[in-house]
């Protein structure tokens, strides 16, 4: 089944405590990318990827960082948690950047 | 840089009814994708429609329907004789083609209630 798998799905943590969400597809797309959606604020983009090595940031990507070592996996990592983080994430997946994108469940982090 | 503009932050309409998402995009681009994507009360996202800058040809999907004007740089979405299960957020949203390849805006999402 072709599907963008996020873990975990939910995360309780506390103020800088580094964690890592991870993402990966099935699907051999080039294209992925990592957003974070509030309330009232729609989804916005932290960072994308175009390939492997080849990442870039998206519109908030202060307090992120990426990487993209393998065609399939794509996590993004919190260095330094902060309560502003709190959020709901979501990975996405596509053929390319203008192509429609696969969307992984989404996770939620709480940072304490 | 681009933005995409959904003004209407919740609708409600009656079953049956029709109704008209709008939005609104700015790009600097002659190449571009626009999307529709829905959110149901479950979570998911799921993707409804793609077109490309080059194509304003509208399209029917049954009781769906999207019409793309770059004139006025819309590309709005109708439900016809609207149904419980379409109660869901919609979100348009825009990846440009040129310096800004593989950078996605979205809108801010329209919250749509329909009421048996």
């Known amino acids: 089944e072709a599907q963008v798998t996020q873990n975990p799905r939910y995360l309780i943590t506390v103020t800088g405590k580094k964690l890592t969400v991870t993402c990966s597809q099935n699907?051999?797309?080039?294209?992925m990318s990592w957003y974070r959606q509030d309330p009232g604020l729609g989804l916005r983009q932290i960072y994308y990827s175009m390939n492997v090595e080849v990442t870039d940031k998206g519109d908030v990507p202060e307090g992120y960082k990426v990487s993209r070592k393998e065609k399939r996996n794509f996590p993004l990592i919190l260095e330094s948690p902060s309560p502003n983080q709190t959020s709901l994430y979501f990975c996405a997946s596509s053929l390319s950047f203008g192509s429609p994108g696969f969307f992984g469940p989404g996770t939620r982090l709480t940072v304490l | 840089a681009q933005k995409v503009t959904q003004a209407q932050t919740e609708i409600s309409v009656v079953e049956k009814e029709d109704v008209t998402l709008d939005c609104v995009y700015e790009t600097r681009d002659t190449t571009y994708y626009l999307f529709w994507y829905k959110q149901p009360p479950s979570g998911e996202l799921v993707f409804l429609i793609r077109r490309n800058s080059f194509d304003e040809q509208n399209e029917i999907s049954g009781r769906y329907s999207w019409n793309f004007q770059k004139s006025t740089s819309s590309f709005n979405f109708t439900i016809t004789a609207s149904q419980v299960v379409d109660s869901a957020v919609y979100f348009c949203?825009?990846?440009?083609?040129?310096?800004?390849?593989?950078?996605?805006?979205f809108g801010d999402g329209t919250t749509l209630t329909v009421k048996p």
């Open positions: 699907m051999n797309h080039e294209y």
């Open positions: 949203a825009l990846s440009e083609a040129g310096t800004n390849a593989g950078k996605s805006t």
